[in-house]
């Protein structure tokens, strides 16, 4: 679930193939809509410039011809506009690992390869090489982007710079409560710009760190 402009909310559930599970609701609480999304999202954001971004597993992007791609743009209508084709010798999204989303722009890191790939509202999109398999969060700002997780190390926050081709390894960290103790377990991060929003193991508190 996820807020729209307007005090609107989109709320996805599971659903079989060509399912409307998708729904939009206005700030009156009424369903305004509802659209097949797909199957297996893994991530459901929005962001203030009217566009809804879904990305996907694994068993959504085999058999689903919607969740194919992998990583789709929606306008806030629930309208599709637009599906990620990885350029020719890519491979192509299996599963989303990491997502961020901020105006007019959405970042992933996916399996297989684990490129970081920043789509924009335009349709461009570029890819990156970066040195961290399997992050499990990430913050971006301007040409900086930090990830959490990856290479087998939860706690671990990788610093890079972005290139034009990859982003550059700067700084590596240990990333602990405000208490200063351990960061051991948490739920899937929520990246949104340049900060990155964390909750533990109580459903009622969340953490949040910026570049």
């Not at 085999?62 to 990885?86: E, K």
């Not at 970081?116 to 349709?123: D, I, P, T, V, Y």
Request: proline share 7%; net charge positive.
């Amino acid at each position: 679930m996820d807020a729209l402009p307007n005090g609107r909310f989109i709320l996805e559930g599971h659903g079989d193939v060509g399912k409307r599970n998708a729904q939009i609701y206005g700030p009156d609480g009424r369903r305004r809509r509802s659209f097949a999304m797909g199957r297996a999202v893994e991530y459901l954001m929005a962001d203030r410039r009217q566009h809804i971004w879904s990305a996907y597993f694994d068993e959504g992007v085999y058999i689903d011809p919607i969740s194919a791609a992998g990583l789709v743009r929606w306008d806030s209508g629930g309208n599709q506009q637009w599906g990620y084709t990885p350029p020719e010798g890519i491979e192509y999204i299996d599963t989303v690992y990491a997502f961020n989303v901020d105006d007019g722009v959405a970042w992933a890191s996916y399996y297989p390869t684990f490129p970081l790939l920043e789509a924009r509202a335009n349709g461009r999109i570029r890819l990156r090489k970066t040195p961290v398999v399997a992050p499990a969060g990430i913050a971006v700002h301007k040409e900086q982007i930090v990830t959490l997780g990856g290479n087998r190390q939860p706690d671990r926050l990788h610093r890079c710079r972005m290139t034009e081709h990859e982003a550059l390894l700067t700084e590596e960290a240990c990333l602990t409560l405000p208490n200063g103790a351990p960061l051991k377990r948490y739920a899937r991060p929520i990246g949104r710009g340049r900060r990155l929003y964390l909750r533990g193991t109580s459903p009622r508190q969340w953490y949040v760190m910026g570049i």
